[in-house]
């Protein structure tokens, strides 16, 4: 079936330090795919999708290319803000077969940054 | 502002109550979502929604039900809470036919005690 796994938390980093967050997918044909953030205390919003392959997503500074190759769209900034300190969650939609409104989601990364 | 409330952002309730959570839409979605979050687990789909009156099973819909009388409005039923369904739980909504954007609303934490 389709999956999401991203690596595990929490990632622990200085301001205007590197970012990368990794996310690989399992997937039937060629699904769609997401980084949603949550803030501390909020609901999940958008960051960033890419909807087919070599498709670069990018919002805020951060940016996540669609790689079908490694089936992968891992979340990467070059240099993160206290203010980035939240919940990361990759998710794909699959866009094969029926039920394609449900998206998936991986389990989450904290990211913490320390000024 | 587009919005997605639901009513309570957080509950108390004993094993073996009847809990209702409210969510509510402002966007005139079609496609409405209930999923719960846990520390490890991710997110996880309990039921959905496509149209008034219409439900689907998600993931993981034991122990819940939900109700969809009007478009805007999709409530998540515990007909009797137990410890285990302590969870943050988020409703969400998108438009039939976007590119699977969710609006996403702050959550409700319930603790079963």
């Known amino acids: 079936g389709n999956s999401v796994t991203q690596m595990e938390g929490p990632v622990t980093l200085s301001e205007e330090a590197f970012l990368t967050i990794n996310c690989t997918y399992t997937?039937?044909?060629?699904?769609?795919l997401f980084w949603y953030v949550q803030y501390p205390g909020e609901g999940l919003q958008l960051l960033l999708k890419a909807t087919k392959a070599d498709d670069k997503g990018s919002n805020k500074g951060f940016e996540a290319t669609y790689r079908k190759e490694t089936t992968s769209f891992h979340l990467e900034k070059g240099s993160v803000q206290v203010s980035d300190s939240a919940v990361y969650f990759c998710?794909?939609?699959?866009?094969?077969?029926?039920?394609?409104?449900?998206?998936?989601f991986g389990t989450g990364t904290l990211l913490a940054v320390q000024p | 502002d587009v919005k997605v409330t639901q009513s309570s952002r957080y509950l108390v309730k004993r094993t073996g109550e009847k809990v209702f959570l409210e969510c509510v839409q402002d966007m005139d979605h079609e496609n409405m979502f209930w999923y719960r979050q846990d520390p490890g687990l991710g997110l996880r789909l309990i039921y959905f929604s496509y149209d008034v009156k219409m439900k689907e099973k998600g993931d993981i819909p034991e122990g819940y039900s939900v109700s969809r009388e009007k478009k805007e409005r999709f409530s998540l039923i515990l007909e009797s809470a137990s410890t285990n369904q302590t969870s943050m739980y988020l409703c969400a909504s998108n438009q039939q036919r976007s590119a699977n954007v969710l609006t996403f609303g702050a959550g409700s934490r319930l603790t079963v005690l």
């Open positions: 998710a794909l939609r699959s866009n094969y077969g029926g039920a394609t409104n449900k998206l998936i």
């Open positions: 997937a039937t044909g060629y699904p769609s």
